[in-house]
């Protein structure tokens, strides 16, 4: 069990800019989720998959928001156009769906547009 | 539609006991418990479930009081490594075992020497 792991653990964007997150889940674990995280608040769902699947995505979530998990396995997040109001902490956490499952998070992405 | 959690912080001393509340206004299915350090990922500490299931540590106590919708999580003995910030994240009847939670605001716990 090597944990989940996200890539970049930074991301410094200027307005406008389109960003990339990358996620790798506990590899025996078919889902995936991805939260946003604000300064004082709890974790914020934004959409989730089983294995290739995405089920659901947050009515929040804007059209400029996409995740991708193109194998059942990595997990990508892009938002284009980010806008200041996206500057956060996205946290990716997976989980084996069986039955009520602990989610296990990832380190995060930390987001800042300036 | 997001738990309430009280208090909003707490400040121990080694040793000491608290108890972390979490209040939905909405029908339960789950409770899940989890405690995030500064930097760090959210840990996972435990699931009580309708019907009285708990999942989780066995050093960790918790409540689930289904007709209150309502969870406590109790600290007992407390030490530094217990200092984080505590969350509840609850589903609802619908969305159980989806793993969708809607999380409180946090609970922030210092322990001191």
């Known amino acids: 069990d090597t944990g989940v792991s996200q890539d970049p653990r930074h991301k410094i964007t200027k307005r406008g800019q389109n960003v990339t997150f990358r996620c790798d889940p506990i590899?025996?674990?078919?889902?995936l989720y991805w939260y946003r995280q604000t300064l004082g608040q709890g974790p914020e769902f934004l959409t989730y998959?089983?294995?290739?699947?995405?089920?659901?995505k947050s009515r929040l979530l804007s059209d400029r928001f996409s995740a991708e998990r193109p194998k059942g396995s990595f997990s990508t997040l892009e938002i284009q156009r980010t806008e200041q109001g996206d500057s956060a902490m996205y946290l990716c956490?997976?989980?084996?769906?069986?039955?009520?499952?602990?989610?296990?998070f990832g380190n995060g992405t930390r987001l800042t547009v300036t | 539609q997001q738990p309430v959690q009280s208090p909003q912080a707490v400040i121990l001393r080694e040793g000491e006991d608290a108890v972390i509340n979490c209040s939905s206004s909405k029908a339960l299915y789950s409770v899940h418990w989890y405690r995030q350090k500064h930097g760090e990922a959210p840990v996972f500490l435990m699931i009580?479930?309708?019907?009285?299931e708990q999942k989780g540590h066995e050093k960790i106590s918790a409540s689930f009081n289904e007709k209150k919708q309502q969870s406590s999580l109790y600290l007992t003995a407390s030490q530094l490594s217990y200092s984080g910030t505590y969350f509840c994240g609850t589903d609802k009847p619908g969305s159980s075992n989806t793993g969708k939670l809607i999380f409180g605001q946090g609970t922030t716990l210092q322990v001191k020497p």
């Open positions: 998959f089983q294995n290739e699947a995405q089920l659901e």
């Open positions: 590899s025996e674990h078919n889902r």
């Open positions: 009580l479930l309708k019907g009285g």
């Open positions: 956490a997976s989980s084996s769906g069986t039955g009520a499952s602990p989610l296990h």
